[in-house]
């Protein structure tokens, strides 16, 4: 089966840094995925690692430990507009690689 | 512009009463998903499907049900056995990575 751990909420400031921390206890693993999702939204698409490393892409920028089944996503200069959830998604090897398990999410709430 | 169609957005249903949701895809993928998440949650998997005229359970399958006749098509029924359907209802595509393109999303409310 699969695990996905994540914080419930962050809190941080404009204009700071903040890291959302994943873990995970997975059957199998092929790639984690992180999504955003604004209130009463549908998840977007922000990263996605398969090998370990960052990855970076603009103001995010996500990271993977696969012998610590461990991933984080960073987002930087925060601004009022990244107040959303995140969802911490794994992906099995094989063909069924859309057939993700979620972590419940992390609410993150940016305050001026 | 390519990708999902969710219908309907707000749907009220009755004790008792059946109801579908409609999904419609353009994005030429050949699989599927149905997603359910309660407030608070994450996503759950429904039923999925990888091709034409094959579906598979996820991991709360029951008081659903999913057919796929067509590959840009996979309508969601959610029936009288399910027990508390309330919820929003997510339906995606994916691609050979496994990345999600989700619809707008369904909110199913029993009344």
């Known amino acids: 089966g699969q695990n996905i751990d994540q914080p419930t909420e962050m809190t941080a400031t404009e204009g700071a840094i903040v890291q959302i921390n994943c873990t995970y206890q997975?059957?199998?693993?092929?790639?984690l995925f992180w999504y955003q999702q604004h209130a009463g939204e549908a998840p977007t698409f922000l990263s996605y690692?398969?090998?370990?490393g960052l990855e970076e892409k603009g103001r995010f920028s996500s990271f993977l430990s696969r012998s610590k089944g461990y991933s984080y996503l960073l987002l930087k200069e925060l601004q009022m507009k990244d107040s959303a959830s995140y969802l911490c998604?794994?992906?099995?090897?094989?063909?069924?690689?859309?057939?993700?398990?979620f972590g419940d999410g992390t609410t993150l709430t940016v305050k001026p | 512009d390519g990708g999902i169609t969710q219908s309907p957005k707000y749907l009220f249903r009755k004790e008792g009463q059946n109801v579908t949701l409609s999904c419609e895809q353009n994005?030429?993928?050949?699989?599927m998903y149905w997603y359910r998440q309660d407030p608070g949650q994450g996503l759950r998997l429904i039923y999925y499907?990888?091709?034409?005229?094959?579906?598979q359970k996820g991991d709360i399958a029951e008081g659903y049900s999913v057919s796929r006749e067509k590959k840009e098509s996979f309508p969601l029924t959610v029936t009288s056995a399910q027990k508390n359907p309330t919820a929003f209802y997510l339906c995606?595509?994916?691609?050979?990575?496994?990345?999600?393109?989700f619809g707008e999303g369904s909110r199913l409310t029993v009344l």
């Open positions: 995606a595509s994916s691609d050979y990575t496994g990345e999600l393109f």
């Open positions: 997975t059957s199998g693993f092929n790639g």
């Open positions: 690692n398969v090998l370990d």
């Open positions: 998604a794994v992906t099995p090897p094989g063909t069924n690689a859309g057939k993700s398990t």
């Open positions: 994005l030429n993928h050949d699989a």
């Open positions: 499907s990888q091709i034409v005229n094959d579906f």
